[in-house]
């Protein structure tokens, strides 16, 4: 199982752009699927985006096509989320997860996070 560590989030003003990292100590976050997922207060934890081992597959909750896009680079053994076009809406806890090969079901444990606040 991989215990990610999220890091990137803070402050921006609407329309901004931030870049999440998310990484292991283990190596084994290059061989496995894994999503970026968001939580605002007082709502549920929502997906957000996922990709595949090898990077040739993604998948984007409809709120946020073609303004964030998820990568990986796993030399880096890191998973990326570049958020553009920022919304006030926006604003939540990011987690980044371990996920099966389909990225339909959760294997990783939630970690801290890293929050992300746009201001209008």
């Known amino acids: 199982q991989v215990q990610a560590v999220e890091s990137g989030g803070g402050l921006v003003q609407a329309g901004g752009s931030l870049r999440l990292s998310c990484t292991a100590s283990?190596?084994?976050?290059?061989?496995?699927?894994m999503a970026w997922y968001r939580q605002a207060p007082g709502q549920e934890r929502e997906f957000v985006a996922g990709i595949n081992r090898h990077g040739g597959y993604t998948r984007y909750a409809d709120s946020v096509k073609g303004r964030f896009a998820i990568s990986r680079d796993n030399d880096m053994n890191t998973v990326f989320l570049q958020m553009n076009s920022l919304m006030p809406e926006d604003t939540a806890i990011y987690y980044c997860v371990q996920m099966s090969n389909t990225l339909n079901v959760r294997l990783g444990s939630w970690g801290r996070g890293t929050q992300v606040t746009v201001s209008s």
């Open positions: 283990e190596r084994t976050l290059s061989d496995s699927s």
